[in-house]
């Protein structure tokens, strides 16, 4: 099946689609005919690493590029790096200000943390997953005292999103037209440290994306492919475009180029 290939596949809208996530079968035995082959399969995601843990699982697949590019998982080993803390705190402040309701990760875990009830009951509204997050409520919890914060929420309209001037200057992903979530956004730089440890060239890198948050990881240097439903701007830098996710695209793809 030629030269060995290190694929890294973003989760949400790529391996898995709909409400909630489910993985294509598709997909899942590509995946699994992509290790047969002897190519090496990570995931690369936004999400918390302890999000990931499920599709891990199911798929078999032991190596991460998480937290947006901020975290890896190789050998079972999990290095993971916090927000750039002056710009996040930053982000907060203005939110207090402006009355915005907003949450906050502390570590790797299922858990944010906000000053009141609002937060939470905004987000009940628009996740309806059970468990997506437990929610601690801390009356004076101010930001400032924050060592390490791994990613913040916000629930902030689209239609009020040009008013917080400090995003900007923020990485963040909009999920739906009712709330952000301030996060790392290049996920290349995980996938740079993979290749240093495992000493992998440029032409021997695969990217599968949908959304903007995968932008900056269809580097001109490697092999980017966007799939049909990702978002017109990921399809206009894309070496190729395959089909929807929920239609064999991630199949399509790997057997077009000879992969499988």
């Not at 190596?63 to 590019?69: A, Q």
């Not at 996740?127 to 101010?142: A, F, P």
């Not at 929420?153 to 709330?179: H, M, Q, V, W």
Request: proline content about 4%; some cysteine.
């Amino acid at each position: 099946m030629g030269k060995k290939k290190y694929f890294f596949f973003d989760i949400d809208g790529t391996i898995a689609v709909g409400v909630p996530r489910i993985i294509p079968e598709s997909t899942a035995k590509t995946l699994k005919k992509l290790k047969e082959n002897g190519h090496f399969v990570s995931l690369a995601t936004g999400r918390m690493h302890i999000m990931t843990t499920e599709f891990c699982e199911e798929l078999g697949i032991e190596n991460l590029v998480t937290d947006g590019g901020n975290g890896i998982v190789l050998d079972g080993k999990v290095e993971i790096l916090p927000l750039e803390q002056d710009m996040v705190k930053k982000l907060i402040n203005e939110f207090e200000e402006k009355d915005i309701p907003w949450a906050i990760s502390l570590a790797n875990e299922r858990l944010w943390h906000t000053k009141d009830e609002r937060f939470p009951n905004a987000m009940n509204k628009i996740i309806k997953l059970k468990g997506y997050m437990e929610t601690k409520i801390v009356d004076n919890l101010n930001i400032n005292d924050s060592d390490k914060i791994y990613k913040a929420f916000a629930y902030l309209p689209e239609s009020e999103e040009y008013k917080i001037n400090a995003l900007k200057n923020s990485p963040y992903t909009r999920y739906g037209a009712d709330y952000i979530i301030i996060e790392p956004d290049d996920k290349s730089k995980g996938i740079r440290k993979i290749m240093e440890k495992l000493n992998i060239k440029d032409e021997d890198v695969v990217v599968f994306g949908d959304n903007t948050n995968d932008i900056k990881m269809f580097r001109p240097e490697w092999t980017s492919i966007a799939m049909g439903n990702a978002h017109p701007k990921l399809k206009e830098i894309a070496d190729f475009v395959t089909k929807d996710a929920d239609d064999d695209g991630i199949e399509y793809a790997c057997k077009h180029f000879g992969w499988i």
